[in-house]
């Protein structure tokens, strides 16, 4: 079970325990009080709140900048491992991102969770290189990208409209009794 | 239609601009309701942007429940946009509580078999995650396809997958097991990680598996071995060490497989020696191996060489600057304590300094530590550390330290005023935080030491005399100096500075404690039974003891009302009997298991020793003088169908003269036996009641089956009178399962010979049986 959030009270949440929805709210929130409490220079450990699965349990977090990140563990893990692992996650949400701050992960909180996809599954560590991880990211945006996605769609039929090069069109077309008017279509162009 | 509906991220930026939570939860609610409809009208096009928004919504914290179709339809969609957002909804929305997950097996079975490694890797995180047992069954086969598939990426992911799986199901361990020997030839490191993670798992749940994994150990070895030798490779390699997370992963392998195996830990010493001096520690990554290998080689059955090394080098981390180090040190030190116990002793300065880090993680798992460190030769100087502790802890380590000096000082305190101190100091430092039978312990280790007895009133009447607050504390003490209060007013002792206390102001402390707010009830009720202790003990006239007394008869506690108005009368009608009553106690002894109606059906027939009645000298019982007075002690005790056999006397209280002497002992029969089922008999006779006979009827069952519908029913001639009691039970289980016990009470006013028919009706290896026989070689004792 993992979770990793910001220092304003928005939060990722991704749980591989299943917890009833206040659960989980009120998990994120002692979380958040206990981990904001904790000054810079102790160590990054901190025995679980009551609510997290009790004293199995871990918070392994750190600290960078305005953001927290916080890895709930047990302990089949091992503890400084974590702490790599966090930064191993950090860097890969640089590379992807490009230079990330707190607003990417927000606007882009879809991503991070795909991100994330990657290094953790089922709460067990999937994938540690980073090189690997960047490399599957850009595959399924690329895939992503080719179907079109809804947002691209309308602004390349506008852009294949005004494209067309339509010829000059007669205004009026006589096949004998038939008298067909051409509407103007020049303001759609 | 159509308002075109919000993109998510213009969505987020129109949350984020709301300046209160009651503005966020309008525009939420708006935009609910447009995804809402747009769900119901089924619009394809929109569906995943939709659902995109609702999830962020979700993360908020708002309700989403209505989405998780959404996710159904999205799943099913053939695009690839479509899926990934379907299934991070499902991920995120649906889980096995909710009835709809398992409509997605199917559109993941679908997933799996199609070849876009993207779309089977997004099938097999969701599987991972969110897979319920049913799911997990449904779909066994395919992952296990997926193990053997060309694309790494595939493989790796199916390997976690099942592990997921064998967690839900164990029996498919048996389908995932036979191909973790070829993903172990994997070059991949992904691959190779999710298959350690696999054997590891497969171990930890059958020993058969762990057995048959113990053939991959020099495989293991190699790996691993590649890993520390091979140079600096930029691929894997985090600040200089290649891939820590494999070789953390398989150093726990090598932990599990090599525990209790000698042949393995040999296998295993070297490397791991290698690894123990070879790897760099500057940074976190080299440290994280090397105590992942401290650990393993503490585990295993490792050369004794490399046992010290590993002492050593968590010593060395013991020091470390780092915080995280020391964290995970004094963690593993805590693991081998109970183990290497000297080893860790030598590091007991280091670990008692950490208790006084302002870090909190820190000082609570040295203060774990210290605890477990604590022995008879060094528990004056332990002690006296974590009293320190205790007086600056935070609150939350409070009660964990107080008990753990508490049961310290029971265990090793090397004089018994050494221990009073302690106690005495524990309460007055932080006495609302130790357990409730602190108390009790404490009177019980001052009524023991005769000795000690002016000295304990003295330091008890001068602690409560500054502090009245501390519940516990005050209770000890108003017990104290009621029961030695003469000791306190009669001049010096040498242990103490020389106190002068005057009558008065001892009445007028104990008066103090009844009369302030912050004493419970349960403190009152000691104050003014040590009031009318003190009227025997004092020398002067109990008047004032007396008013005291009288004023608390009208009030409003009943419990101290009725202390009151019996101490009244004592003082009116009974003031002849006043001083016989409330004489000094005996010695209580300690309370031992108490024997109820739970503890009796266990044990029937074997009772070797009745508990002492309730001894535990809680002020509403014991001092109740008055009550015993009049005679029978017999109703604190539970009345019990089986008196005790040669050698449990009773012990009463106050020893009341009359204590019957233990009846003597009539042999056990054995009367029955068929296909492992016995029957057996005792007898006792009570001695107060000649005429009677209590026989307990014992039914074991050492066979294969169990045993079922047990019915004994029994029959005595005419001039006998039988009852018959409810039996414990009517199943017995096989294997020497509990015992079925019944009780006849037989009343044999004429002496007559016994005699005895039983009748026994049940089920055994599906036949149903009935057996009726006589009972012979009936002791005479039963009947004379």
Known sequence: ?189 | MVVPSLKLQDLIEEIRGAKTQAQEREVIQKECAHIRASFRDGDPLHRHRQLAKLLYVHMLGYPAHFGQMECLKLIASPRFTDKRVGYLGAMLLLDERQDAHLLITNSIKNDLSQGIQAVQGLALCTLSTMGSAEMCRDLATEVEKLLLQPSSYVRKKAVLTAVHMIRKVPELSNIFLPPCAQLLHERHHGILLGTITLITELCERSPAALKHFRKVVPQLVKILRTLVTTGYSTEHSISGVSDPFLQVRILRLLRILGRNHEESSETMNDLLAQVATNTDTSRNAGSAVLFETVLTIMDIRSAPGLRVLAVNILGRFLLNNDKNIRYVALTSLLRMVQSDHSAVQRHRPTVVECLREPDASLSRRALELSLALVNSSNVRAMTQELQSFLESCPPDLRADCASGILLAAERFAPTKRWHIDTILRVLTTAGIYVRDDAVANLTQLIGGAQELHAYSVRRLYSALAEDISQQPLVQVAAWCIGEYGDLLLEGSCEETEPLQVEEEEVLALLEKVLQSHMSQPATRGYALTALMKLSTRLRGDSNRIRQVVSIYGSCLDVELQQRAVEDNTLFQKYDHMRAAILEKMPLVERGRSQVDGEAKESKEAQLSETALVSTEPQASKLLDLLDLLDGTSGDAQPPPPLDPSPGGALVHLLNLPGAPPPPPSIPNLRVFEREGLQLHLSFVRPPGTPALLLIMVTATNTSGADVTHFICQAAVPKSFQLQLQAPSGDTLPAQGGLPVTQLLRILNPNKAPLRLKLRLTYNHFGQSVQEIFEVNNLPVETWQ
């Open chain 1, 1 to 189: 079970m993992e979770c990793s959030f910001s220092a304003s009270p928005l939060s990722h949440f991704i749980h591989f325990i299943p917890q009833p929805e206040e659960i989980q709210q009120q998990i994120v929130r002692e979380t958040f009080h206990l981990v904001l409490k904790r000054d810079d220079n102790i160590c990054n450990f901190l025995e679980g709140g009551s609510l997290i699965g009790g004293s199995d349990y871990k918070l392994i977090y750190r600290h960078y900048a305005t953001l927290y990140f916080v890895f709930c563990v047990d302990s089949s893990e091992s503890e400084l491992g974590i702490l790599d692992l966090i930064q191993v996650f950090v860097e890969t949400l640089d590379k992807c991102f490009e230079n990330v701050c707190e607003l990417d992960l927000i606007f882009h909180m879809d991503k991070v969770h795909y991100i994330l996809q990657e290094v953790v599954m089922g709460g067990m560590v999937l994938e540690t290189n980073m090189n690997e991880i960047v490399a599957q990211i850009e595959a399924q945006n690329r895939l992503e990208k080719s179907e079109g996605g809804l947002s691209a769609a309308p602004a390349r039929a506008v852009s294949a409209v005004k494209n067309i090069n339509l010829p000059e069109i007669p205004r009026n077309i006589n096949i004998g009794d038939l008298n067909i008017k051409v509407p103007n279509l020049s303001q759609f162009v």
